[in-house]
């Protein structure tokens, strides 16, 4: 299996950034397709955007698109969340995801086609 740790939250003002890194280890990191997803008090768990195994293709949802941007270092088995224009409602604890593909173009993004996550960091926007 593989072991996922997020980091890079905090607390930002409206209007500013952040970039999240989510660090895997313990398998064959470009073999896993991978995502990022939030959960704000009191709400469900959220698609935020998905990647790729080789980092060509990505998916974003449409409260996100525009703003945060999906990337990864295959040789650093690292994913990133680069999140400009942070918004209040962005607030959130930010999980990372991942799941074995054979498809190397296959990106998902609902939570329960991923097999692996991390802690989750905590984002705070305030207004």
């Known amino acids: 299996q593989v072991q996922l740790v997020e980091s890079g939250g905090g607390l930002v003002q409206a209007g500013g950034s952040l970039r999240l890194s989510c660090a895997a280890s313990?398998?064959?990191?470009?073999?896993?397709?991978m995502g990022w997803f939030r959960q704000a008090p009191g709400k469900e768990r959220e698609f935020v955007a998905a990647?790729?195994?080789?980092?060509?293709?990505?998916y974003y949802a449409d409260s996100v698109k525009g703003r945060f941007t999906i990337s990864r270092d295959n040789a650093k088995n690292t994913m990133y969340l680069q999140m400009n224009s942070l918004k209040a409602e962005d607030t959130a604890v930010y999980y990372c995801?991942?799941?074995?593909?054979?498809?190397?173009?296959?990106?998902?993004?609902?939570?329960?086609?991923?097999?692996?996550w991390g802690q989750g960091t905590q984002v705070t926007v305030s207004s």
């Open positions: 995801a991942g799941t074995f593909t054979y498809g190397s173009r296959s990106y998902f993004y609902t939570s329960s086609q991923y097999a692996y």
């Open positions: 990647i790729s195994r080789s980092g060509g293709n990505t």
């Open positions: 313990g398998r064959t990191f470009d073999n896993y397709a």
